[in-house]
């Protein structure tokens, strides 16, 4: 699967919107975007996923470049609670397995 | 359970020892995979199952490590001869298949802390 770059770390102040952004400029065209984040001492937890269109779930939106070389993980109001390594990965639809970075640790401050 | 269940949640084993890792999976999830993850990094894949077999083990780092899963449901993966190198936190998780397209994608345990000494 294609690599991606993500920021090593953000900061955020609680409910206020955070903006996730990873890079993916060598994304084919079967592969889908995937957030997951590992919140302390947790096994990663999925977030949301994408292929072409901005998608929606009750956790957080993901934002598309027409392009598909970045996209964007919005949290509308951040919490405490989402203090974590947010990863994005991609994955194209036959793979069943996920390739890890560093991913981005996200500081909510309140 | 709801979720996926791993025990222990924590090892502290002696240079050279043989330890076993134990993966509840959810109920009715055919597929397994274990991950190891070193501080500061992400997880890294070693292997995975499909039903009873292992379908891809090309992420186990050597023969000291082995798992099985025999009756399609829990496994059980193996370090022989344990090596200070093998302390991380080790992760089991589960889906219904290739994860893909999936809405939900895998579920992953919370991991068992191995530190070797």
């Known amino acids: 699967d294609a690599k991606t770059t993500q920021p090593n770390s953000m900061e955020s102040n609680e409910e206020e919107p955070v903006h996730l952004p990873c890079n993916h400029s060598?994304?084919?065209?079967?592969?889908?975007i995937h957030w997951y984040r590992q919140l302390p001492s947790q096994g990663p937890e999925y977030v949301i996923h994408?292929?072409?269109s901005n998608v929606n779930n009750r956790m957080a939106s993901l934002a598309i470049a027409e392009d598909r070389k970045s996209s964007t993980l919005i949290l509308h109001r951040a919490t405490l609670r989402d203090a974590a390594v947010y990863y994005c990965?991609?994955?194209?639809?036959?793979?069943?397995?996920?390739?890890f970075g560093k991913g981005t640790l996200l500081t909510v401050n309140p | 359970g709801a979720g996926v269940s791993q025990t222990p949640s924590n090892k502290v084993t002696e240079k050279g020892k043989y330890v076993e890792l134990r993966c509840d999976p959810i109920?009715?999830?055919?597929?397994l995979y274990w991950y190891r993850q070193s501080l500061g990094q992400g997880p890294e894949f070693l292997i995975y199952?499909?039903?009873?077999?292992?379908?891809?083990d090309s992420g186990l780092p050597n023969d000291r490590f082995f798992a099985v899963r025999p009756e399609g449901s829990v496994s059980t993966l193996k370090i022989q001869r344990t090596e200070r190198g093998d302390s991380a936190v080790y992760l089991c998780?589960?889906?219904?298949?290739?994860?893909?397209?999936?809405?939900?994608?895998?579920?992953f345990g919370s991991g068992t802390r191995l530190t070797v000494v």
């Open positions: 998780a589960s889906s219904w298949g290739s994860t893909g397209a999936r809405g939900n994608g895998y579920t």
């Open positions: 060598t994304i084919s065209g079967t592969d889908y």
């Open positions: 994408g292929l072409t």
């Open positions: 990965i991609l994955n194209s639809g036959s793979n069943y397995k996920l390739t």
């Open positions: 109920s009715g999830h055919t597929a």
């Open positions: 199952f499909q039903g009873t077999g292992a379908a891809d």
